[in-house]
């Protein structure tokens, strides 16, 4: 059994990756992981980055997110969807302040951002940057308050700052054509929506927007620099107001229901009606496709995913999402042929490169799998599925012993397959290895219980020979 990884890349061909070109690439992401906490004469001023309560109508917080102070009046960034439904908007510092926020100066919804303006105050700030010069592998660091470590203290919601290290793997095509988004390996946990991406200078560069299993997206500061002269003031009542009728805001309430609140069927009404509004509005299509996946209607999933790739070719995601599709119902020549296109389009995309090796492995293709699992690892070293992958492909090319490393690895970062354990119990009974392979027969059988093959075969190597 292969397994997939799409939650949720022109360069050489990668099937002229040769294993001379593929140890300098390992090389190199040694060297950057080496590197990935350069020495600096300063750390980031973390005094002006905040986290921001958003609260309803009824005084409610709804959500919550990051930002961070840009120029000492107490102008602030963070994101568009963060802001969505909101009625007021507190600021907590690191120190403990709190501080209201009067409205927005400037927003863009398709973007994902917006520009704050706190009350009359003078502030620290953090310096920013030109998103122009970053190239492939340039370090990035991230910070922001992570929704998982928010505490309520006599009535008052506090978080702990963050900070995650990476680097940039290229800039990364996206639903809506006209910008770009930098794809980085710094992850960005939930929360850090609206949080700065900084440089080796501590200069932002970058406004975290989307996180992932190994896709951290961050809209460049570029796109964001010549909104920062806007002087109007829009309230948040306004701003709800305007969002009665904004494919946008229906659409990040989908979002918020789908991914944070795991109600895909809530989810498919708000894309449903994001999509009436502007029926080739991409991020919907996208996202419907899933909630669908969700609930377990593949057919339509299909048919949302083509809808979005009829208007937008070459959007990553959704090409390997398609392909996913394809590999689950069998179809792995429609799969195989999805994830090359994603792949053409950006060849850093590691979600998409272990997914071809994936779905090579169920050909049979062990050798030709080999180095899409190599690179997206080299790229990705935590990524579980992707080590999973690289078991069965040295597997099935007879590198037991390589094999046996690759599933200890995605064992120890919680991958617990069924039949990753059946290969090891088939491993250690070839190698003579009796006692390890009635380890994996129990650790089967504490996955699933009624399985009457390992039942079996347990109870036969626990009968005393005569």
Not at 12 to 21: D, M, N, V
Not at 221 to 240: A, D, G, M, S
Not at 412 to 426: A, I, R, T
Request: no cysteine; hydrophobic share 40%.
């Amino acid at each position: 059994m292969e397994h997939l990884d799409d939650r949720s890349h022109p360069t050489k061909s990668l099937k002229q990756f040769s294993g001379r070109t593929l140890a300098l690439w390992l090389g190199l992401m040694a060297a950057l992981l080496l590197t990935a906490h350069p020495v600096q004469s300063h750390e980031v001023n973390k005094n002006a980055i905040v986290l921001l309560i958003i609260k309803g109508s009824q005084g409610q917080t709804i959500s919550v997110g990051t930002g961070f102070i840009v120029q000492p009046e107490g102008v602030m960034i963070t994101n568009y969807h963060v802001l969505v439904d909101a009625v007021s908007v507190e600021a907590v510092f690191l120190n403990g302040d709190r501080v209201p926020v009067k409205g927005v100066r400037s927003y863009d919804r398709s973007m994902d951002f917006s520009i704050l303006q706190l009350e009359e105050g003078f502030y620290s700030t953090l310096e920013i940057g030109d998103s122009d010069p970053l190239k492939v592998y340039s370090y990035t660091s991230a910070l922001g308050y992570p929704s998982q470590r928010l505490v309520r203290e006599r009535g008052e919601m506090k978080g702990t700052l963050l900070q995650t290290y990476g680097f940039l793997l290229g800039r990364h095509p996206q639903a809506l054509p006209g910008f770009s988004y930098f794809y980085t390996t710094t992850p960005f946990d939930p929360g850090f929506s609206g949080g700065p991406l900084v440089n080796q200078d501590n200069q932002v560069v970058g406004l975290a927007t989307l996180e992932g299993r190994a896709i951290n997206l961050a809209l460049p500061i570029n796109y964001i620099k010549p909104h920062l002269k806007e002087t109007r003031l829009v309230t948040f009542r306004q701003l709800l107001e305007e969002d009665r009728n904004s494919r946008e805001a229906f659409y990040y309430r989908g979002n918020f229901s789908l991914y944070a609140l795991g109600e895909a069927r809530r989810a498919i009404g708000l894309f449903e009606r994001s999509l009436k509004i502007d029926p080739d509005f991409v991020p919907a299509r996208y996202d419907l496709a899933v909630a669908y996946r969700g609930v377990g209607q593949a057919e339509k999933a299909i048919a949302e995913y083509e809808k979005a790739l009829r208007i937008n070719p070459n959007f990553p995601e959704a090409l390997s999402n398609l392909g996913g599709q394809y590999f689950r119902q069998g179809d792995l020549q429609k799969a195989i042929t999805q994830f090359e296109k994603a792949i053409q389009v950006y060849p850093n995309f590691i979600q998409a490169l272990s997914n071809l090796g994936a779905a090579l492995n169920k050909q049979g293709k062990y050798e030709q799998a080999l180095p899409y699992l190599k690179r997206a690892l080299a790229l990705d070293p935590e990524f579980a599925v992707a080590h999973f992958n690289l078991g069965n492909a040295e597997y099935g090319m007879g590198n037991l012993d390589k094999a046996v490393k690759a599933f200890r690895s995605a064992v120890s970062m919680g991958v617990d397959f069924l039949s990753l354990h059946w290969k090891l119990y088939k491993i250690h009974l070839k190698k003579g290895q009796r006692r390890q392979a009635m380890a994996e027969l129990q650790t089967i059988l504490r996955i699933d219980p009624q399985n009457p093959e390992a039942s079996r075969k347990l109870r036969e190597m626990q009968t005393p020979r005569p």
